[in-house]
Antibody, heavy 118, light 108 residues
Framework: ELQVVESGGGLIQPGGSLRLSCVDSGFTLSVYDMHWVRQATGKGLEWVSGIGTVGDTYYSSSVRGRFTISRDDAENSMFLQMNSLRAEDTAVYFC????????????WGQGAMVIVSS | EIVMTQSPATLSVSPGERATLSCRASQTVNNNLAWYQQKSGQAPSLLIYATSTRAAGVPARFSGSGSGTDFTLTISSLQSEDFAVYYCQQYEDWPPYTFGQGTKLEIK
């Protein structure tokens, strides 16, 4: 079964840092664009960041300069380093695979909860 | 940034009936539009991409249509498992990829 699994969420104080990981199973992560999408409780979906197959990176304006996306193809893993966290970053963070025939997202993990609170 | 607006926010439909969900973009996205289904407590799942192409394993009762700025997701005969929140997403002009705010499809 094709899937991705996130880890690394938790409770962190404002201004703190957290690193999320996404590991794939059943496919080779290195040949796909990969993304992070977040969802605050009771709210809609917000694209956060993406990384292309050649390591090109993209960010939403709300996280640019604070978050860094990266990948380790040898480990079939992707990461989101989150610094200077704010209360408004509180959300479930989903790892998602870029669909090979479009720019939609075809495989999603179950999400990692990040709570930024003092 | 392209703003996606979905309507209605909530749609009440009886099982077996037809549901029509709308999505409008603030500027043309050509056919670069996807639809997702999200059931309570679960991750979203891709239903439709390129406006009208069903993703692998998606039942034929789901169909997408539209072009430019106006799009529709139609579910021809609602099954119990179809009651969920649906999101549209544009990938014409990115970053950022943008989603609509969602339509909650509930049982009437």
């Amino acid at each position: 079964e094709l899937q991705v699994v996130e880890s690394g969420g938790g409770l962190i104080q404002p201004g703190g840092s957290l690193r999320l990981s996404c590991v794939d199973s059943g496919f080779t992560l290195s040949v796909y664009d990969m993304h992070w999408v977040r969802q605050a409780t009771g709210k809609g979906l917000e694209w956060v960041s993406g990384i292309g197959t050649v390591g090109d990176t993209y960010y939403s304006s709300s996280v640019r300069g604070r978050f860094t996306i990266s990948r380790d193809d040898a480990e079939n893993s992707m990461f989101l380093q989150m610094n200077s966290l704010r209360a408004e970053d509180t959300a479930v963070y989903f790892c998602a695979r870029g669909h090979p025939a479009s720019f939609g997202f075809d495989i999603w993990g179950q999400g990692a909860m990040v709570i930024v609170s003092s | 940034e392209i703003v996606m607006t979905q309507s209605p926010a909530t749609l009440s439909v009886s099982p077996g009936e037809r549901a029509t969900l709308s999505c409008r973009a603030s500027q043309t996205v050509n056919n670069n539009l996807a639809w997702y289904q999200q059931k309570s407590g679960q991750a979203p799942s891709l239903l439709i991409y390129a406006t009208s192409t069903r993703a692998a394993g998606v039942p034929a009762r789901f169909s997408g249509s539209g072009s430019g700025t106006d799009f529709t997701l139609t579910i021809s005969s609602l099954q119990s498992e179809d009651f969920a929140v649906y999101y549209c997403q544009q990938y014409e002009d990115w970053p950022p990829y943008t989603f609509g705010q969602g339509t909650k499809l509930e049982i009437k």
